[in-house]
């Protein structure tokens, strides 16, 4: 495995991967971060979270790329492609009091439909 890819479906300020990118910097792998792009409202955040975890990543050498996308262009991105040097992780809290958003339960369930489909084919 060289490389780990984090599918976020709400990054939003981006707290909750300091820590991992730490990690992951100190087993010398690459990085990616995809948030899932839900609102046309969240292109201002997702470019000043971006821009903070790139800031961050380079504090510790991690080689970081982070990246914004709809879940039909996610699926063509992933879908048929052999992650034998890529190991592919879902994240998705929502409802937990502290974030302070609220996601319709569609996208909630659209998202959890198109991991598990993904994780089946590789």
């Known amino acids: 495995m ?3 890819h984090i599918i976020d479906f709400d990054l939003g300020e981006g707290n909750q991967w300091p820590q991992v990118m730490e990690a992951i910097s100190q087993m010398k792998k690459y990085l990616i971060i995809t948030s899932i792009k839900l609102d046309q409202d969240q292109d ?3 470019h000043q979270t971006m821009w903070q975890l ?3 990543a380079r504090t510790f050498g991690l080689n970081l790329k982070v990246q914004e ?3 039909g ?3 063509k991105l992933i879908e048929g492609r052999t992650l034998g040097k890529e190991f592919l992780v879902f994240n998705c809290m ?3 009091p502290h974030i302070g958003r609220t996601r319709k339960p569609n996208q909630v ?3 959890l439909k198109v991991a598990k ?3 089946a084919e590789n």
């Open 2 to 4: 060289e490389s780990i």
């Open 44 to 46: 201002l955040q997702f």
């Open 54 to 56: 790139y800031n961050f």
């Open 69 to 71: 996308m709809k879940m």
């Open 73 to 75: 262009r996610l699926v």
């Open 94 to 96: 929502v409802g937990l």
């Open 109 to 111: 369930t659209d998202f």
């Open 117 to 119: 489909l993904l994780l």
